[in-house]
Structures are given as C-alpha cells and as structure tokens.
C-alpha cells in the first residue's frame, strides 16, 4: 500500500519507553498508575479524525489487523496481538479462529475452525457458512474498496463476481458449521496475516442489505452500529451478546464510542491538548502532533506525559527507472545513494522527532525480517566526494544534469523533500530540476511505466508486518502492471529474484520467513534500485482521563480496544 503521512493510519506503530504497557498505564500524570481491566467498564471515548471511516461493510474496508473504529465491530478470523503494546503487537493471534490456521505441507490449503458461543448482535450464532459469505460478498463489483489478494489467492478468484447472483466460491469450503477451508492458487504462508482483513468477518446472508449493509452493519465484535451518518461520524453502543469469555483480545471498556470526522489536524491538536470537557476522554485515529505541540513538549510536562511515540513500519526513497538514462548506470544509482543527506531530508519533513535515517528498504523491525546493510555509507550528510568518484568512473567527470520528479502537496513527497535532495545531489556536481505534479497527476505518471519519471520520491508500507507485501510489490517481475497501478519503479523482473519471492512465500513459520525476506531484501540493496531516506515516527496526543492508551505495533493508531476514560 502506497503510504505518506497523510494516509499512514493503517500502518504500524512501536511503543516506545515510558508510555503504558498492554495492562499498564494512567491518566495525566505520569502514567504509572496499575490498570485493572476487571474495572475498566464504563464511561464515552470520543475519536477525532481528519477523514471519515467511509462505506463502513466489512467488504468494502481497507484494513489490516482489523484497523482501529472496524477492530470495535467486526471480528475475523485472526487478528493482531491486541494483548501487549510492544513488538509482540505485531504477531498474529487467532480472533474467531481456535488457532491461526493449520496450512498444508504446502501452504495451498488453510483450514480453520470456529470458537464455540460466538454470536452476532442480535443473539444468533455464528457459524462457518456466514464467514464464507462475508468473504464472497467482498467480490461483488457492487462493494469495491477491500484488498485485492483474495482475488488473487483463492482459486477462481479472478473470475468470481460475489454471490448477488446466487454463485458461490468453490474453492472455499464449509464441510460443517465450524470449519472453514481456503483452496489457494499457489503457496501462501501469509495466509493468517491476511486473515485479519475485515473481509473475513462473518456477515449474515438474512440481514445482508448489499450497497446499504454499511448504514448498519452486525456486529460480531464488542460494540454495534448504532448512529452512522455516512462513515463521517457514527457511534457506537454494546452489543449484549459479546463478552471477554469469548473475545481475550478485546477489553472493549468504555459503555460508548464516539467517532468524528472532517477535522482540521490543527484542530485535533489543539483540542487534545486543552483536554477539557469530552475531549478530556479523546485520543485521534490519524493525526500526528503538529510542531506547535512538538515546541511544547520540553517545557511541559504534563503535556508531554500525554503523547504516544511509535515507529510506522514504512519507507520513504527515492526511485529510480533504469529504462531512463543515465539510471540504466549502477554507477550513476551508487553515486546518488552516497550523495544524498538524510539528514537534511529528515529535516525537511520534521526533524528526527518524527522520522529517522533508513539504509535498507525493510523497515526496521523484526517482523519484516529487517536485516541491517549499509552498501553506500556515507554518513548522515552525505559523502559528496565518493559520489563524484563514481560518477567519473561512470563517464561523467564533469557531473550530470538530472531531473527529480515530486508532488506538490504530500509532504513526504513533496517540496521540501525535493529540494533537500536537490540541494545534496549539487555538492556531488549533480545539478537537479525539480518536477512537480499535484498529487493525482503524480501518483498516475510514476505509477504507469510508459510516463514513469527516472527519478522520483516514493514511499511504501506494507498492508501486513512481514517482508512480502513489502518487497514482492516493489521488485516482483509479475506484478508489473503497465496499465498503471505498477509500483515496481525498477521494472525490475529477474527470475532469480521471483524465484525467491516464490520460496519465502512458502514458508509458514514465521522466523524462517522473517530470514528470508532479510537475505532478500540485502540482496536488492546491493544492486541500487532505490535509495532510502528514512522511515517515519509518529507521535500522537491523548486526553487526560484516558487510560492505558498505547497504539498497536501495527495498526498505527491507538488500540480502541483496549483504552478506557475516567
């Protein structure tokens, strides 16, 4: 998934130092006091947003781990470690399931099985068959928006149209009312990862209401649908048929969830730090502190004891097209990736408050299988010298003229970013032209080969924490999509490299995966493909009267399931 700071909510967090531990945590001051989940019921959270939870069906979300207002209504088969806020949170835990899956010696087939006294909002059970039904639904043309693998993955997928039309999915199976099984395509050990997906969450086909399911959708999680006024603000009361007996990932504390959206992030900011009235009881599903906050924090305490620091498991670089000279030279790719400043480039989006130097694509946790390289070091500032080194080696003594491709308005990829990089590539004799593009225009011309830019910024998170839908979409020959929506800016299709792709996917134990995707990605590293910049940090505002929030390794926002107010 194509990430900047402006859509990063679906991605990960780290929970640093000094904030709460999964059952640890405070209020204003300190948050150091014990927190009991047996005594956490009670009391509204209110949420405040920049954009709107959209078409809310499970269907038509784009999520992973369940992300934040969807994890409160729609269980799925697995999920994230709801349990612990440190880099456990982003193991794969069963949710609806008895385990994560038991794959065949192949990883083509996963069966699961269902937890006993699971039931909807309205008291009746849940069973396999209305989980097969969730699914197949997300394939209607008439509910877009939901993560393509599943299309892809299960066999007949491709040609599927949902089951408006009375079609079913064979190679999905429900041989009784508690087991399901999943017939793949090819091998697929992420298979439990993608199983967190709302479109594994059951839906009963006698309420399924098709395009209007999502003005009330039924639950299966702690809370339901009671207000929803277009996924821009809803909320959320009890389901009286949900209990932590059936659900140990979820503590689901406050009586009710407030959720607004079409803020202005200064307004969030501001808000959140007055922390008076019901914003006292408020945390914000998207938006970072602003450097008005940032310049507050040294000298205030109580502030600062109210702000959430994680990592986002994301990379922002700069790429290059090697059909486009003088990229076609590794040389030239190589001397670029000394001259750069990260440094300055850090700067220009925040400062190493929020964003920190990145060497290697993977970022920098385990759960990718980061695996540290530096084949170009040169510092934080850049090794201008070696770069003109190499670019003498490469033809070009005198230096080269080269253009660098931006957008206009997202900031990870966008001006200031451009000219720190401009700036760096000029002491190394490189002089830069800088092309903007508004956002749409941009993200069209890099995405399509024929108008893609030699050199341009990009960023990428992954939709799950494991190396594959960080590394296969970026340098996978058979994912290249010349009709747009390519993001293997490389064009990169190298049979070795698919062949690995091909054998880490195989693999279902998660460590063994972890080594793979690492050798992989130092493997890539060594051939210049891309230079990265850095890998962003995120810090986020609490309202005083709100306990034990810390944001999940993963999902990149507060845990709501897991918070409770005063």
Request: net charge negative; with cysteine; glycine share 10%.
């Amino acid at each position: 998934m194509r990430k900047s700071r402006a859509v990063a909510a679906t991605a990960g967090f780290v929970l640093l130092a000094g904030l709460a531990t999964a059952c640890g945590g405070g209020a204003a001051k300190g948050l150091a006091a014990a927190f009991d989940p047996a005594t956490c019921q009670g009391g509204t959270l209110s949420v405040l947003a920049q954009q709107g939870m959209g078409k809310f069906d499970p269907a038509e979300l784009y999520t992973s781990g369940g992300g934040n207002v969807p994890n409160l209504v729609f269980r799925t088969l697995t999920t994230r470690n709801h349990t612990t806020g440190g880099p456990d949170g982003a193991k794969v835990v069963p949710d609806l399931a008895t385990d994560t899956g038991e794959p065949s010696q192949d990883a083509t087939v996963w069966t699961y099985h269902l937890k006993a006294g699971l039931k909807f909002e309205d008291g009746t059970p849940i069973t396999s068959a209305d989980i097969k039904y969730g699914i197949e639904r997300s394939f209607a043309p008439e509910l877009p928006g939901g993560p393509p693998y599943l299309r892809d993955w299960l066999i007949g997928g491709e040609q599927y149209q949902g089951p408006f039309k009375g079609a079913d999915l064979p190679s999905i199976e429900t041989p009784d009312s508690s087991t399901i099984i999943f017939r793949l395509t090819k091998p697929e050990g992420d298979f439990p990862y993608l199983a967190t997906a709302t479109q594994f969450a059951p839906v009963p086909k006698a309420k399924d209401t098709g395009t209007d399911y999502q003005k009330h959708p039924i639950s299966s999680g702690p809370y339901e649908v009671t207000s929803n006024d277009n996924g821009n603000s809803m909320v959320l009361e009890r389901n009286p048929y949900w209990s932590r007996s059936i659900d140990d990932q979820r503590l689901a504390c406050p009586d009710k969830v407030v959720f607004t959206s079409g803020l202005d992030p200064a307004v969030i900011n501001q808000r959140l730090a007055a922390s008076s009235g019901d914003d006292a009881r408020a945390v914000t599903s998207d938006t970072d502190i602003d450097a008005s906050v940032l310049a507050r924090l040294n000298s205030d305490s109580e502030l600062k004891s109210r702000v959430a620091t994680g990592d986002f498991g994301a990379t922002q670089y700069l790429a290059f097209n090697p059909k486009v000279q003088p990229f076609d030279n590794p040389l030239v790719r190589e001397a670029i990736s000394y001259a750069v400043d990260r440094q300055s480039v850090i700067n220009a989006v925040g400062g190493s408050a929020v964003a920190k130097p990145a060497t290697t694509f993977l970022p920098d946790q385990a759960a990718f299988g980061y695996t540290p390289y530096d084949y170009f070091p040169s510092g934080p500032n850049g090794d201008p010298a070696k770069a003109k080194q190499l670019l003498a080696q490469a033809g070009y003594p005198n230096g080269l003229s080269i253009t660098l491709s931006h957008a206009t308005d997202e900031t990870d990829l966008g001006p200031a970013v451009a000219a720190a990089v401009q700036e760096a590539l000029g002491k190394a004799g490189i002089t830069v032209k800088l092309d903007p593009s508004a956002d749409d225009d941009y993200f069209t011309k890099t995405e399509l080969p024929a108008s893609e830019p030699g050199f341009f910024i990009g960023g990428w998170g992954a939709d799950w924490p494991s190396g594959g839908p960080f590394l296969a979409p970026i340098f996978d020959g058979r994912q290249i999509l010349t009709a747009g929506g390519n993001f293997n800016s490389a064009q990169l299709n190298d049979p070795q490299v698919n062949a690995e792709i091909d054998a880490a996917n195989k693999l279902t134990d998660p460590a063994a995966a972890q080594r793979a995707w690492g050798q992989l990605d130092a493997q890539l590293g060594k051939q210049a493909w891309t230079v990265p910049l850095y890998h962003p940090i995120y810090k986020r505002l609490f309202g005083k009267d709100v306990k034990n929030a810390y944001v999940s390794q993963w999902n990149g926002v507060y845990d709501l399931s897991r918070i409770s107010v005063k």
